[in-house]
């Protein structure tokens, strides 16, 4: 899954385009990275950059840079397979027959003037985050109701850095639970936490293991063959947990959300807190578990 959050607001008018910007990053509770443009000057820079999961364009800008950029996407849905929803308003009826005789345009709707605002948020929530998740989320009291997107970015990194380290080739991972569901207790020895405090999560993010698991690790990674946990070797629990969380900043990063660098800290035994969400792993070398603590920072 492709964690991509990105609305782009095209509009001559400063005003409108800061209003309706803000007016969408609270009604998402900042879920949604919202990039603006007066025109087409600096478009390809910073498509560039970042993949638009929906385009917003008041015809305002001009026939002219409204042509461009709707050449531009539909240049990069043919070329990059890029599928962006995209909003026209206008209320030009020989400029609209225009757009849809010159392109041809998928997954675009056409809206009238004067423009519904509280309905054109609702529609860019739903076409970056699938659905309305920021209020359902907000009135929500079920405590896996958390990103799944953006925890499913460290299980893809978690799976991509143990198995070019370890060459492991068969790991696989269940779906999230709740800690106190299990029906039996983890066998944790040793695990590393990240505290993460950002728009999409703040809480702490920990790999796991048993000590049978982490020590099959370390031997393959390290080459040196250990019985037990010790001094010496612990801090392979942080030096993985860091490896895994520079490649999940990355990929955050090149989708506009930036973290912090962290250090992350060794704990010793069981988790525990009142809410802790366990994704199991399997591989040949054992399992081991990514858990998160919602809140717990």
Do not use: W
């Not at 990039?35 to 993949?51: I, M, P, V």
């Amino acid at each position: 899954m492709e964690f991509n959050r990105n609305a782009l607001i095209i509009d001559s008018s400063n005003e409108d385009r800061e209003l309706l910007k803000d007016k969408l990053l609270k009604a998402s509770a900042k879920k949604i990275i919202v990039f603006s443009l007066n025109g087409r000057q600096k478009l390809t820079e910073l498509t560039a950059q970042h993949k638009i999961k929906c385009l917003y364009i008041n015809a305002n800008i001009g026939k002219k840079d409204l042509f461009f950029i709707l050449k531009y996407f539909s240049m990069l849905r043919e070329k990059d397979g890029i599928e962006t929803a995209i909003f026209i308003a206008c209320d030009d009826y020989e400029l609209l027959q225009e757009i849809t005789n010159e392109f041809n345009l998928k997954n675009t709707q056409f809206l009238h003037m004067p423009l519904d605002t509280e309905d054109l948020v609702k529609k860019i929530q739903i076409a970056t985050l699938g659905k309305v998740e920021a209020v359902a989320k907000k009135a929500s009291s079920d405590p896996l109701n958390i990103d799944l997107e953006f925890v499913n970015v460290f299980i893809t990194n978690t799976k991509k850095v143990l198995t070019d380290m370890a060459q492991i080739k068969e790991l696989t991972h269940s779906a999230p639970m709740l800690m106190s569901n299990l029906k039996e207790p983890l066998n944790i020895a040793i695990s590393s936490k990240i505290l993460i405090s950002s728009t999409y999560f703040k809480g702490s993010y920990y790999i796991a293991f048993p000590e049978e698991t982490f020590l099959a690790l370390y031997n393959v990674v390290v080459q040196e063959a250990q019985s037990k946990i010790t001094d010496e070797n612990k801090d392979f629990a942080s030096e993985l947990a860091n490896i895994i969380y520079g490649q999940c900043k990355k990929k955050f990063s090149d989708d506009g959300l930036n973290l912090e660098m962290v250090i992350p800290s060794l704990h010793l035994g069981e988790i525990q807190y009142k809410v802790v969400i366990v994704i199991p792993f399997s591989c040949d070398l054992g399992k081991f578990y990514l858990a998160v603590a919602p809140g717990l920072i």
